[in-house]
């Protein structure tokens, strides 16, 4: 059985941090302004070493860190891959970082890996599977896990459940905590037309271990209704930022992540990004 | 209606396809081309795998010729991980039957070395032996030794000179390729896997070597194969380069 309290991480900063980007390693060296902890993949970590591992254990002593899997397949309807759980394990022993999360999402079947967050239907049946596999994670990987709110394109008709109950139950069932992204619910809410606030209000924020903030980019669907796409490709949107300041008001400060993953900046601009984020958690705390 | 992940799965990777029903955008009409952000995640993220795994084959045939490349490859091959530092292991075998690049004899070679070098980046890091510690060796004891080479130590056999065309489109005032045969040794000195064109039964010498024959009998292996080795010359780049990290009987 997996001892809560003894495997529990040392917990990230409530302050910002940013996802690590290997062109910024000096750079966050000698100038990270307000960020405290840094995110990275951990797929892209698993290799064996070389220079991927090395800054890593370099950056590892100055700033927490958090590993973020894109990989897990936690929604998949077959089994998880035990290799991948392995490597997993074997990261998060070695680094030892402040916390571990994924998605509520799927990307690998029939041994196909598609390296996307695919979406699932909310029924029982998906909620017993995604429990028994955050289950199986905390086990192998000895340690309580945060589980993400994905972005949506769409909608399963066959979905019996909120996604903020679906998360809720999620937790209640294996003892995970929830990562919220903020741009998700935006992006999600505007996608699928509903309201992201009352999300926000629905969603248990007592349970949320970190916050993740992003770029979306605008695009339509066949009937001309807006249609974000979650791309991670520049700054957080002015009303992602307006739903960050509810969220936090509500919550409190949370290690709070700038993702920029795509057409990815130079330094100054993703630290320009942080500062933002630092003067809404400093605001919760005046 | 329940939309199962086989048949997400098989409309995902064949935009030919219907797209499943059962999806909807969340107001009551049918997803319609919603289900193509995935689609097109999909075969983005993939084909930009590729694009940064192999550089030079992108240069090569040209960005819009790579990009039609990569959406037949990954329909073919897709990753069995999740891990992209390992996806298009493939890539030799398919350039080498694909109907455009077939014709191009280079190509193959030039993607084995590509992947020679995304290897050895990866690869477990050593401590090489030491200048001194090789020196201290008595000239009859090394001939019976056994070395242990780096796990990040690579070994392309070309026809083609596959390190010249290398540099030519990876490195600025790089010269212009001549028709030769190459053999590449890639190693990581530091953190950076860097390529080093081998000497004449160079190639010989370290492949006898990485299979765990003895200095000596690698050496005649050498020998055997070229009228031209020159021990001491590849000895240098083996030192040069880092690569020994224990010798042995």
Redesign the interface.
């Known amino acids: 059985m997996l001892d809560a309290t003894a495997h529990e991480f040392a917990r990230l900063p409530d302050a910002p941090g940013v996802g690590y980007k290997p062109q910024h390693f000096s750079e966050i060296a000698d100038d990270a302004g307000p960020v405290a902890w840094l995110e990275i993949h951990a797929?892209?970590y698993?290799?064996?070493?070389?220079?991927?591992?090395?800054q890593l254990r370099h950056l590892a002593e100055r700033f927490a860190f958090s590993v973020h899997g894109?990989?897990?397949?936690i929604g998949?309807?077959?089994p998880l891959?035990s290799e991948?759980l392995a490597?997993l394990k074997h990261l998060v022993d070695w680094l030892d970082p402040a916390s571990f999360s994924e998605h509520l999402a799927?990307?690998?079947?029939?041994?196909?890996?598609?390296?996307?967050l695919?979406?699932l239907?909310y029924t029982e049946a998906s909620l017993a599977r995604v429990a028994e596999h955050v289950d199986e994670v905390q086990e192998v990987v000895g340690r309580r896990m945060l589980l993400e709110n994905p972005s949506?394109?769409?909608?399963?008709?066959?979905s019996t459940l909120t996604e903020t109950d679906f998360l809720r139950e999620v937790a209640k069932r294996t003892g995970c905590g929830l990562l919220l992204d903020v741009n998700n619910v935006f992006v999600s809410a505007t996608?699928?037309?509903?309201d992201p606030v009352s999300y926000i209000n629905a969603f248990p924020v007592e349970l949320v271990g970190e916050i993740h903030l992003g770029g979306h980019d605008d695009?339509e669907?066949?009937?001309g209704?807006p249609?974000l796409?979650d791309n991670h490709g520049s700054e957080v949107a002015d009303p992602v930022w307006s739903l960050f300041e509810y969220t936090i008001r509500k919550s409190g400060p949370k290690p709070s992540l700038i993702e920029w993953d795509n057409d990815v900046p130079e330094w100054p601009v993703l630290k320009a990004e942080a500062n933002r984020a630092a003067k809404v958690l400093e605001a919760a705390t005046a | 209606m329940t939309v199962d992940q086989t048949m997400f799965r098989e409309a995902l990777l064949d935009p030919e396809a219907a797209r499943p029903d059962g999806l909807s955008d969340g107001k009551g009409r049918p997803a319609g081309r919603r289900f193509d952000v995935y689609r097109n995640n999909v075969s983005v993220s993939l084909t930009e795998a590729l694009e940064v795994g192999f550089p030079v084959i992108r240069k090569l045939v040209g960005q819009e010729n790579f990009r039609l490349l990569a959406s037949a490859y990954l329909r073919r091959h897709p990753p069995h991980s999740p891990l992209m530092m390992h996806f298009g292991a493939d890539m030799p075998s398919f350039l080498a039957n694909f109907e455009p690049t077939r014709q191009t004899g280079y190509l193959p070679d030039v993607a084995r070395l590509e992947l020679a070098i995304r290897e050895s980046y990866h690869a477990a890091d050593a401590d090489p032996l030491s200048p001194a510690e090789l020196e201290a060796l008595p000239p009859e004891a090394l001939v019976g030794s056994r070395v242990q080479l780096a796990t990040s130590v690579r070994l392309v056999r070309s026809p083609w000179p596959i390190l010249s065309i290398w540099r030519f489109n990876a490195e600025e005032a790089a010269k212009s390729p001549e028709m030769a045969a190459e053999d590449v040794l890639v190693a990581r000195p530091d953190l950076d896997p860097v390529p080093e064109l081998l000497p004449p039964g160079g190639a010989e010498f370290i492949n006898a070597l990485l299979t765990g024959a003895t200095f000596g009998d690698a050496m005649d292996m050498a020998s055997e194969a070229s009228r031209n080795f020159d021990l001491p010359a590849v000895l240098t780049v083996l030192v040069k380069m880092k690569t020994m990290i224990e010798i042995g009987g």
């Open positions: 797929e892209n698993m290799g064996d070493g070389g220079r991927p591992i090395a894109v990989g897990l397949s998949g309807e077959g891959d991948h490597r799927w990307s690998t079947h029939d041994s196909a890996f598609l390296n996307d695919l979406p239907p949506s394109y769409l909608a399963f008709e066959e996608n699928l037309g509903t695009d669907d066949d009937h209704a249609l796409i």
